[in-house]
């Protein structure tokens, strides 16, 4: 269970750190461009809002992923070393077959 969790949590860290790089880089090249181009300012910043709204919602999306796959994590450990869900105990149980009338086969 443990090994799962830490994995699920450095897999967010990264996420987050990637995304945040991302937006970083985006906004820095965005502010480059409107000094290099002043008149241009309301396209990039534009496109700029556009790209970042992009990356935030992939972010959400994996960080829901990642959540997902740390509640499996949790519920995948068996306590017999399964590699998926421990089973249960279960009995099959049919219905007795009933004694059919005479003269009926």
Do not use: C, D, W
Not at 34 to 41: K, L
Not at 74 to 81: D, H, P, T
């Amino acid at each position: 269970m443990g090994v799962g969790i830490m994995g699920v949590g450095l897999g967010v860290g990264l996420l987050v750190i990637g995304a945040a790089y991302g937006i970083g880089k985006l906004a820095s090249s965005a502010v480059e461009s409107i000094a290099r181009q002043p008149e241009a300012a309301g396209n990039i910043r534009g496109t700029a809002i556009i790209l970042a709204a992009l990356i935030e919602g992939f972010t959400f999306f994996a960080l829901i992923v990642a959540i997902m796959l740390g509640g499996n994590a949790v519920e995948m450990s068996g306590e017999k070393g399964y590699v998926g869900p421990a089973p249960k105990e279960t009995t099959l149980t049919a219905p007795k077959a009933e004694k059919a009338p005479a003269g009926h086969q």
